[in-house]
Structure formats: C-alpha cells, structure tokens
C-alpha cells in the first residue's frame, strides 16, 4: 500500500531513556514532517525536512533530534524523555513543500507515554 | 503571528441533521486552508482544501467549506450527517513558503442516532 506508515504505534517507556519513532513513505513525496499532539488534541509542527535538509524546526527542545537518511524516511530520536514529552506523534509528507498549497498526507500516529 | 480559532469545542447533533464547524484564521494575506478530520485512533484525512478562485470548495465525504476573505473564515458543512462521521475536526492553515501546517484546537463532533 501506497501511505505513510510509523513505528512503533505505540511506545512506553521510563523517564531518562532514549527513544526513535520511525517513518516511512513511499508516495515519493520530497517534503516529511512531525507533528506532536497533545493530551488536548492540540497538533503542532515541530520540524520539516526537503529532500534530507531541515527547512523547518519550530523551537523544539534539542533532545529531539530528527534524522533523514533519505527523502522516504525521517525519524526521530528524543533523548532524556521527559513526562511532558508523553504525546501522539504524527508524522506527514507533501509535495515539494515550498509552496505552501500542497496536501499533507499523515501517517497513523505513534503513542509516547513516558512513566 | 498565524492562527487558527475552532470556536467550538465539542458539538453534537442527531444523525441526518445538517451540521456547520466553525473556523476563523488570523493571516495577512489569503492562506491556503485546509481541513482535516481524525477518526478515533486514527491519523489525519484531508477533507478539503481552498486555495484559490471558488470560494465554495467540496471535499470527499459529502463535505463542502466556504470560504469568506471579510469574515476571516472557512466554515465546514454537511447537509445530513451520518453515524461514522462522528470525529476530531481540524482546520488549519498553510501560510506559505514552507508548507507547515498551523491548526485550530479541534472540534469534536458526537452523532446521536
């Protein structure tokens, strides 16, 4: 299938430790994202990457650390987690992102909860 | 600074009544506008999208949003809801250059039989 795909779905974990969340798509996208959604349901950007570059990292604590070995795949590598770092994180793709007009498509979310 | 208001909250009504979500951005020239919906448990789906010339834009679903330059809105509508239409609503915006995303806070809509 042709989509945005994440793993883990779901991650639990102690405070302290060091995590990655994966993503994948295979829509031959340029432009990938990740989006955190808190307790509220509230969706904020956190960084953007363009064909591997970072183009877009929205003051996001630097225990994060997004990672893109090529345009298909952009992880993220949190360090140090935190309770308020307990979240759904969503990861997305666009079209050449630039333009500001193309549709996002999101992968299915992964679950964080630090203990 | 962009934002995007989702008024309400939460907002419930009776399958098969018409339905209307509310949405107003703040941004100083025309964004593009986007909403989305998130089915419980599920990622984000693109209903529809405006970005230029017709201001009454369709979206899949049987969805359609309006877009109103002097009210600052982008109202989504539905004439007759259905059961599984029941989910988080987001509006959000896209200012331009980078193509980040800004969202409202989300209204979640409740079906009644």
């Known amino acids: 299938d042709t989509a945005v795909s994440q793993t883990p779905k779901y991650l639990v974990t102690q405070m302290g430790n060091d995590k990655s969340i994966k993503c994948e798509q295979n829509?031959?996208?340029?432009?990938m994202y990740w989006y955190k959604q808190d307790s509220k349901k509230f969706l904020k950007i956190m960084f953007s990457y363009n064909n591997k570059e970072l183009i877009i990292n929205e003051t996001v604590p630097n225990r994060f650390s997004p990672k893109s070995p090529d345009k298909a795949h952009l992880n993220l590598h949190i360090n140090s987690l935190e309770l308020g770092d307990s979240a759904v994180y969503f990861c997305?793709?666009?079209?050449?992102?630039?333009?500001?007009?193309?549709?996002?498509?999101f992968g299915p979310g992964t679950r964080l909860t630090v203990l | 600074a962009q934002s995007v208001t989702q008024p309400d909250i939460h907002i419930t009504v009776s399958e098969g009544a018409s339905l209307e979500l509310r949405c107003n951005y703040s941004y100083g020239a025309t964004p593009y506008l986007f909403w989305y919906v998130q089915s419980p448990g599920q990622g984000l789906q693109l209903l529809l999208k405006?970005?230029?010339?017709?201001?009454l834009v369709q979206g899949i679903k049987g969805f359609e949003a309006e877009f109103k330059r002097s009210q600052s809105s982008f109202n989504l509508r539905k004439p007759s809801v259905h059961w599984s239409d029941a989910a988080e609503y987001f509006c959000?915006?896209?200012?331009?250059?980078?193509?980040?995303?800004?969202f409202g806070a989300g209204t979640r809509l409740a079906v009644h039989p």
């Open positions: 959000a915006v896209s200012p331009g250059g980078y193509n980040k995303l800004i």
């Open positions: 997305a793709s666009s079209l050449q992102g630039l333009a500001g007009d193309n549709e996002q498509f």
């Open positions: 829509l031959g996208h340029d432009t």
């Open positions: 405006y970005f230029s010339g017709d201001t």
